[in-house]
């Protein structure tokens, strides 16, 4: 005779997967995303339940990056918007390496010739090269260069000149690099958005003749509004561009002129020795015949 079933233990084994399906499903309603039919939803190529926490996460984070106000009007802008951003950053990150260059270079310390003039006036030729030694200036290594250079002749004077001519042009085109780009972004940064703003008005109006009779001015107001962003943002771009410029185009243009003083009092200092000593000696005539 079979021994009696239990029904307690079989309503309990008969809940059991049940319940194991109920504890997955809440489990996957934790961690995933059901579809329409109430099946968890599935990442095809790693076949794990798709997490609804991480995907709301990050639309969040590219919600909240999206939503900056710069970032809000250029994404309006389109296109073209995006082309002037990169604009914008191509021509900061020009800026930047620039003026780093120009620190690196000791552009901006030239205040030692009037120093390295004394000096030469003075016949101490190696006070001046000393001085010229301890300066990164771009002229400090030109002057620097041409002191080992004879002067003693017109010819060997002419031929010096030409030589530290030479080395000025090489340190002057270092200088002019990356310059280029960003007078490109000057320039062409207002173009682009002048183009944006005539395609918005082009789009704008051909919505217009799409409504025919029934025109909504606040389409077109908005279309042109639009439109005219693009060239806001590519002026907001043109003109810290052309103030950079401007400026670097200066402070190469003075380097250039100190270059300049530099190599004249090099190539000339056997003559301001010369007229140091005449000088001191006309003095000191001076000075007996009033005794």
């Known amino acids: 005779m079979s021994d009696p079933v239990n029904s307690s233990a079989a309503s309990v084994d008969a809940q059991s997967p049940l319940s194991s399906d109920s504890a997955q499903a809440d ?3 934790a961690t995933g995303t059901f579809n329409a039919d109430g099946t968890v939803m599935v990442d095809p190529d790693t076949g794990l339940a798709i997490d609804a926490t991480a995907t709301t996460q ?3 984070l590219l919600g909240d990056f999206t939503s900056l106000p710069v970032i809000e009007q250029v994404d309006r802008a389109g296109v073209v918007g995006w082309v002037l951003a990169a604009m914008a950053l191509i021509g900061l990150v020009v800026f930047f390496y620039k003026l780093v260059g120009f620190l690196r270079r000791g552009v901006f310390a030239d205040g030692f010739v009037k120093d390295v003039e004394n000096h030469l006036s003075s016949g101490d030729e190696a006070k001046a090269a000393e001085l010229l030694a301890r300066r990164r200036h771009p002229a400090a290594r030109i002057g620097l260069s ?4 004879p ?3 017109a010819q060997d004077r002419e031929a010096a000149s030409d030589l530290i001519a030479a080395r000025a042009r090489k340190e002057i085109d270092g200088l002019n690099g990356g310059l280029r780009i960003m007078s490109a972004i000057a320039v062409l940064s207002p173009l682009l958005g002048l183009l944006g ?3 918005g008005m082009i789009e704008a109006f051909q919505r217009m003749e799409g409504a025919g009779s029934r025109i909504d001015p ?4 908005g279309g042109i509004w639009l439109a005219l962003l693009t060239t806001a943002i590519g002026l907001v771009v043109a003109i810290p561009a052309t103030a950079f410029h401007m400026w670097m185009q200066g402070v190469i243009g003075r ?15 056997g003559e301001l020795a010369q007229k140091s000593l005449s000088r001191v000696s006309n003095l000191t005539e001076l000075r007996h015949a009033a005794e």
Do not use: H, I
């Open 151 to 153: 002067v003693n002749s």
């Open 255 to 269: 380097a250039a002129s100190t270059m300049e003083d530099v190599c004249t009092l090099v190539v000339n200092r």
């Open 197 to 199: 703003t005539v395609m």
């Open 58 to 60: 990050s639309n969040g």
């Open 146 to 149: 041409g002191m080992t250079l």
């Open 27 to 29: 489990g996957a309603a």
């Open 218 to 221: 606040s389409v077109l107001s």
